[in-house]
């Protein structure tokens, strides 16, 4: 209840409010698939790959057996590394899940999934998918949030220490994240092991929607705008065919469940797509 009281108050405008239940939730040290909201602190980190760590990926998803075109077209959006600054915000530690999105539908704001299974009891703890952008979109702003920037997204992820991935540097190992068709589909949220600021699943279970358009080069582009200054609260293209998503799903290998990994997408709903809600600070 003090979660929903905490997005009803962000929903009304009162952030003070929200982030005082917000915490007050956070306190009681609620089960893992409980979700809580996590307070981000603001901070400068490098965001996305170095050149040499984009060659690296590339050349393993060459000998994977992939060609030369898709390894190069799926990881030389992470290039090049730049530092970005954003202010502080509120995280939902969890992704949505299929018993939060009913709440929506059931409050006659959100549309259901396409799915044959969201509103079954054996589901619930889920997160949602077959959501699209837009269905995503209108169920962060029912809770009086919003979806994460891109810069949002991986500076949860990675932190401000330049992790490669939520837990550390170590590789991807089944008793860390759900991956690489280890389960066979999705899992309840928060079933392993917390990453950086406390967030679950981070890499693997689903992709997660983000507000930003998708460009390869939208990088670079940062890059040769701010010059060696940090660019401040980016918020991504102002047009575009498709957004982006961030941090691999149940299907994905270890290279794609990276913090920095960033994909493109239609803005339709799939099975190995849900996301999670950022509620800005004050």
């Known amino acids: 209840m003090l979660v929903q009281q905490g997005e009803e108050m962000a929903r009304q405008g009162d952030r003070a409010g929200a982030a005082a239940k917000f915490q007050t939730a956070l306190d009681l040290s609620p089960p893992s698939d409980t979700p809580v909201y996590v307070w981000i602190e603001g901070s400068e980190f490098l965001m996305g790959s170095t050149l040499e760590q984009v060659r690296q990926v590339v050349q393993q998803c060459q000998w994977d057996g992939n060609s030369d075109r898709d390894c190069e077209s799926w990881y030389g959006g992470e290039e090049p590394i730049h530092p970005v600054k954003v202010e502080g915000y509120w995280m ?60 949002e997204w991986e500076m949860a992820c990675r932190s401000s220490d330049g992790r ?96 920095a990994v960033r994909v493109w997408y239609p803005r339709y709903g799939d099975v190995g797509i849900g996301f999670r809600v950022v509620s800005p600070g004050f």
């Open 92 to 151: 939902q530690r969890t992704e949505v899940t299929n018993e939060q999105y009913k709440r929506c539908v059931d409050a006659g704001a959100c549309t259901p999934p396409a799915s044959m299974f969201w509103d079954k009891l054996r589901s619930a703890k889920l997160p949602v998918t077959f959501v699209d952008w837009g269905q995503a979109t209108t169920y962060a702003a029912w809770v009086g949030g919003r979806l994460p920037t891109e810069a």
């Open 164 to 259: 490669i991935y939520p837990w550390g540097d170590e590789p991807p190992a089944s008793e860390l994240l759900n991956y690489g068709y280890e389960v066979g589909g999705t899992t309840d949220v928060g079933s392993y092991p917390s990453g950086a600021h406390g967030l679950y699943d981070m890499a693997g279970n689903v992709w997660e929607w983000t507000a930003d358009w998708y460009a390869d080069d939208y990088y670079r582009q940062l890059a040769d705008a701010n010059g060696d200054a940090a660019a401040v609260n980016p918020t991504g293209l102002e047009t575009g065919d498709n957004r982006t998503l961030r941090g691999g799903s149940w299907y994905d290998s270890d290279d794609v469940v990276r913090c």
